[in-house]
């Protein structure tokens, strides 16, 4: 008796152990990609003086003269609260080659000043650049564009991630004439998307720019991208 029960207990021990794998849910992994457009409604504007003057202070003043003018000529426009920045500057001996002595010939100190700050006003983005130009700015950016509702974008479009993730999830249970159990992780895929880089032009190409009244800003597009697991059976 004892011998036929302990031979049970093995049976029933094996059975349970074969039956395990046949209850175990399959996995699915999948990807899941949300976008959103918006059209910008500001612009961030990099401006530039440079100088040489044999005299560092003398070079100083007068960037910083030049300086105060830019401030003053962007007054009239609506700027984003703390987006202003006119504290960065660089002071270096400038030489150039004299060919008559084959040495280094000092000509003076270069002085280089920039101001950047974000404009709320895209449809006033020409006249800001004329008047930056105008005040004595010798280099300005080419304007970088944003959305003041960037984030909220940003949001809508990590839902779209999820949304289109678990629809992907959906279909391939379905194609497996399998069913859902539950999502079992879920991550967002941390987005690639660099700031776009400003690139500096010529003040009298601004001006020109500027009095074209041609600047036609494109949507801006945000990605989300999220990685889903799921069961199925």
Do not use: C
Request: net charge neutral; no cysteine; glycine share 4%.
């Amino acid at each position: 008796m004892k011998k036929l029960r302990f031979f049970l207990s093995i049976q029933l021990a094996l059975g349970l152990l074969i039956s395990v794998p046949s209850l175990a849910a399959t996995q699915l992994d999948v990807t899941g990609k949300g976008m959103v457009s918006v059209a910008p409604d500001e612009a961030t504007i990099t401006a530039q003086v440079s100088l040489v003057d044999p005299d560092a202070g003398k070079a100083q003043a007068l960037a910083s003269k030049e300086v105060d003018a830019m401030l003053s000529a962007i007054k009239p426009f609506s700027l984003k609260p703390d987006s202003l920045n006119a504290s960065e500057l660089s002071l270096l001996p400038e030489y150039r080659w004299d060919r008559a002595t084959d040495q280094q010939q000092f000509i003076g100190f270069r002085v280089t000043r920039t101001i950047s700050f974000t404009i709320a006003e895209i449809d006033r983005l020409g006249a800001a650049l004329s008047a930056l130009a105008n005040a004595g700015a010798t280099l300005i950016s080419s304007p970088v564009m944003g959305s003041s509702q960037a984030q909220d974008a940003r949001d809508k479009a990590l839902v779209k991630a999820v949304e289109d993730a678990r629809k992907k999830l959906t279909l391939l249970a379905g194609a497996a004439d399998m069913s859902l159990t539950r999502i079992s992780q879920i991550s967002e895929i941390a987005p690639h998307s660099p700031r776009p880089q400003p690139t500096l032009m010529r003040a009298e190409m601004a001006l020109d720019s500027a009095s074209s009244s041609t600047f036609v800003a494109g949507n801006l597009t945000f990605v989300a991208e999220v990685r889903a697991q799921a069961e199925a059976e």
